[in-house]
């Protein structure tokens, strides 16, 4: 081979190398990625059928059920509601009336199945997110109370 050949062949060779390690890098950030989305934007197919998300608001004032190590609740942004259920230890701040953020997936019956559930560290704290959706939600509810539509 001649020198010129071979430069060329290894700077093809490089450049495979290059595009298949950019390429799992970017499928691994695609994997991982996780959105966040209110029961209103859960409930208008916004939500991504049969992967991992975030879903956020508050958990509705006697809804709570427990069954063991099974818990069941809903989250409502105060225009739609979202069942969840949930396996395991629910943290210490989890409480009916307060914000919180499950992360699963959304079942086929609309049953959202949280693998982690998030609540809120003191009194005046919501996630960004959460907080933006619940102001769009009540902006949203009082503009169809405006219209005649309770």
Known sequence: MKPRTKRLA?????LVVLCAAAAFVLNAFQSNLVFFFTPTQVSQGEAPKGRTFRAGG???EGSVVR???TVRFVITDTVNEMPVSYVGLLPDLFKEGKGVVSQGKLGEDGLFVASEVLAKHDENYMPPEAK???DQAAAAKAAQTLKGNP
Request: avoid cysteine.
């Open 67 to 69: 069954d063991g190590n």
């Open 58 to 60: 508050i958990v509705k």
């Open 10 to 14: 290894l700077i093809a060779a490089g």
């Open 132 to 134: 933006h959706a619940m």
